[in-house]
T-cell receptor, first 116, second 116 residues
Framework: KNQVEQSPQSLIILEGKNCTLQ??????????LRWYKQDTGRGPVSLTI?????NTKSNGRYTATLDADTKQSSLHITASQLSDSASYIC???????????????FGKGTHLIIQP | GAGVSQSPSNKVTEKGKDVELRCDPI?????LYWYRQSLGQGLEFLIY????????KSGLPSDRFSAERTGGSVSTLTIQRTQQEDSAVYLC??????????????FGDGTRLSIL
């Protein structure tokens, strides 16, 4: 069964600190992995998209890494800001669109709180 | 418009009533998705459109749920004889290409549905 597991479920850090969120998946064959940021009361916004051939991708203070061999990804946030408080969702896509949901499997997200 | 627009933003209705939720995707986006998000939970896939056709309806929870898309643009999600367990945020997303490409999904801010 295709699954995406995210950890931790929630995280509280002080403003200015760095943090790393984890995503482990069993989706196979793998096409791409996406990280989304969802602010409270808003829809998710895409941060990064990586294919199996990409090891890292950055978007400002956000850096995603991918190890397709171990089926693990991480999202590193540098010098956190209060506006980083949100849920971060990992989404993995199958190589083929079959299998329901157009081949997308969503993680349940990590709820990040940045304290001043 | 510049982004995915959903209406209404909030809907409160009595159990047993029918509701209709609307999604205006980004102009030119051929793929359109509906998801449901319950409080504190991950995204639950409902249905996917490519153009006006729905190749994947596997996520619709019951026959009370239906969706259509006309003109390859606007989509409506209809819930008949609403139940309290239908209370959730209903999110719509659109994409310019099949998701085995590297194109992201663009989400609206959702309709918050409350069934009394």
């Amino acid at each position: 069964k295709n699954q995406v597991e995210q950890s931790p479920q929630s995280l509280i850090i002080l403003e200015g600190k760095n943090c790393t969120l984890q995503c482990n998946y069993t989706v196979s064959p793998f096409s791409n992995l996406r990280w989304y940021k969802q602010d409270t009361g808003r829809g998710p916004v895409s941060l990064t998209i990586m294919t199996f051939s990409e090891n890292t991708k950055s978007n400002g203070r956000y850096t995603a890494t991918l190890d397709a061999d171990t089926k693990q990804s991480s999202l590193h946030i540098t010098a956190s800001q209060l506006s980083d408080s949100a849920s971060y969702i990992c989404v993995v896509r199958l190589m083929y669109s079959g299998g329901g949901a157009d081949g997308l499997t969503f993680g349940k997200g990590t709820h990040l709180i940045i304290q001043p | 418009g510049a982004g995915v627009s959903q209406s209404p933003s909030n809907k409160v209705t009595e159990k047993g009533k029918d509701v209709e939720l609307r999604c205006d995707p980004i102009s030119g986006h051929t793929a359109l998705y509906w998801y449901r998000q319950s409080l504190g939970q991950g995204l639950e896939f409902l249905i996917y459109f490519q153009g006006n056709s729905a190749p994947d309806k596997s996520g619709l929870p019951s026959d009370r749920f239906s969706a259509e898309r006309t003109g390859g643009s606007v989509s409506t999600l209809t819930i008949q004889r609403t139940q309290q367990e239908d209370s959730a945020v209903y999110l719509c997303a659109s994409s310019s290409a099949p998701l085995n490409s590297n194109q992201p999904q663009h989400f609206g801010d959702g309709t918050r549905l409350s069934i009394l």
